[in-house]
């Protein structure tokens, strides 16, 4: 049974960081193209960041700068490194994995950017 296990969301304020962690369970990340979605009330989900299995990564061009994707592969986690963040970055967080044709997702997380 593959599980995909998101932590680390919560308030914060403009300008904070958070860093969050997909545990994986099932599957082994290092040879998944894994990614980090998102969605906000009202809006279509939409890719964020992703680490291929042979390590490239790509960023959405509103976070690029700010956010980095980074997976562990001795402790099969994948993370993302948000800093500076704005209001607009507030949405519930999905880890995804692929590997054709498997493709899984977590339960979300919610990350809020609020003064």
């Known amino acids: 049974q593959v599980q995909l296990v998101e932590s680390g969301g919560g308030l914060v304020q403009p300008g904070g960081s958070l860093r969050l962690s997909c545990g994986a369970s099932g599957i082994i990340v290092s040879i998944y193209h894994m990614g980090w979605y998102r969605q906000a009330p009202g809006k279509q989900r939409e890719l964020v960041a992703r680490?291929?299995?042979?390590?490239?990564?790509t960023y959405a061009d509103s976070v690029k700068g700010r956010y980095t994707i980074s997976r562990d592969n001795a402790k099969n986690t994948v993370y993302l490194q948000m800093n500076g963040l704005k209001p607009g970055d507030t949405a519930v967080y999905y880890c995804?994995?692929?590997?054709?044709?498997?493709?899984?997702w977590g339960q979300g997380t919610q990350v809020t950017v609020s003064s």
């Open positions: 680490i291929t299995s042979g390590g490239t990564t």
């Open positions: 995804n994995a692929i590997r054709s044709p498997t493709e899984y």
